[in-house]
């Protein structure tokens, strides 16, 4: 279907902000320090977990004074003790709804901070239609700084507006007004899934996840195969896209970590599919896959964004971490089990390691 067409829909459930992408992305950048020019609350729990990831997020504070009369000094003043209290290598400067409204000009209100340190500055706000654009702002900003080179910016930007079409074919932008899932649940998924894999059958486990969600993602491939060689009579293929060498310095770094661990644990990925910015795309090439090599497969296990792997045949086995993803993935893409690991986001940040996942968990004690 045409993306005009989705253009048309007024989606009336809250959507990711153009802000918190901007932070994300400078985190993925590397970025000691990030300082939002705006009220104190803005954002607050993404910045709680950007902490946590490691990140120091401060804030100018900006009060009904600043609405009025502006907050260059504030923010300039609030940009210089954090460099003085934290000593950061790379500083980002994201803007907020109330100082974009008012006109503030980042680029150059940054410009007067008394620091070599270099300095992301983004004039960004939430009322984008889809949040990609305040990655896609942050990585111009950075490409025009040297920190990112013109065939990356690129290649970022093309998965970018794949993301965006991604959800509004199946995805969160699906229709006006999606309700928030739970799925299946996870002692019924587990159950399905030991059932498939005493069977003598084949089955493949494709792992298409985005970013840091892939460290808990990952946990249930991982649990699929340590009780297939339990139980298991039948044959495992993996396909993941954990490709390294691409994309953000974190987003490598990700990668690298999890191909480590998998290969510790003695997994084998029969395919690799893409690098972990290129969910939107690395579905397909894992169904064109599968399909030139096993389309004779018995059952489906997608894991991380299953709206993004176009396949419909079979037995399939979703777990995603999107509940408003639930209705699209049963309905339109007949998937015959749905789970979600709730609250995956904020149990990721911070890890460097794959974590135990609950469907992942449920499986392995189900089995035990």
Known sequence: MRSDVFESKEILHPRPSSIVAAMYTM????????????PPGCSFKHGRLLEEDGVVVLTSAMGEDNFVFGGEEKLVETVERGIEKFDPDLVGVVG??????IGEELRSTVSR????????SVDVH???????????????EASR????????????????EEASEVEKRLGSANDEYIPPSDGDLK????????????????????LNAKKETSYIFTDIMLAINQVHR????????????????????RVRQNAENINRELKQQEIDIDFLSGSLDEYPVSGERARDWIMENHPDYDYLVLLGVPHAIPITEGRIISVTN????????????????????????TRCMGIREIKPSETGETLRELVK
């Open 27 to 38: 985190r993925d950048l590397d970025v000691d320090l990030i300082v939002m020019h705006g």
């Open 96 to 101: 907020t709804c109330a100082s974009m409204i």
């Open 113 to 120: 901070v008394d620091s070599d340190v270099p300095i992301i």
């Open 126 to 140: 939430s009322g984008y239609r889809d949040n990609t654009e305040g990655v896609i702002m942050t990585l111009e």
């Open 145 to 160: 700084m040297g920190l990112v080179g013109s065939d990356e910016l690129e290649r970022q930007k093309k998965m970018l």
């Open 187 to 206: 002692i019924k998924v587990a159950k399905e899934l030991a059932s498939n894999l005493k069977e003598d059958g084949k089955g493949v486990v494709v």
């Open 230 to 249: 339990e139980v298991g009579d039948g044959e495992i293929v993996n396909i993941a896209n954990l490709e390294e060498g691409r994309g953000l310095p």
């Open 322 to 345: 999107g509940p408003r993803g639930v209705r699209p993935m049963k309905q339109e893409l007949k998937h015959d089990y749905v789970a979600v690991e709730k609250d995956l986001h």
